[in-house]
């Protein structure tokens, strides 16, 4: 579920609130996004993968928000991760050529 809008590192784009599909953000002019309908949030992690500035924190927990002190421990460690993960990014490397999901098509009757 998204936690984290980090305002150190936002820079107002509205990228995750045009990336969003449940529409979990609200553009603020001449602000940073804030997160208006944390509830409706799928952690779906768009809004983090398509965030230049590795900005957002989305904690794995889909069904409740993480709480402060452990979305403080994870944000801490993970700003990016995912996209590092993915290899979404300047100076990141593509992950795509590692993805063997595409066997699940070759069984399917």
Known sequence: ???IVN???CTGCNICVRACPTN???AVSGGIPRIARQ???QTCFMCELYCPEDALFVAPQADRPAGAEHA???RDATWGSYRDAVGWGP???STASL???YVLLTKAH
Request: charged share 40%.
């Open 24 to 26: 979990v953000f609200d």
């Open 39 to 41: 509830d409706d949030c």
């Open 72 to 74: 403080q421990v994870l």
């Open 91 to 93: 100076g990141r490397h």
């Open 1 to 3: 579920m998204i936690e």
């Open 99 to 101: 993805d063997a999901s």
């Open 7 to 9: 305002e150190a590192r």
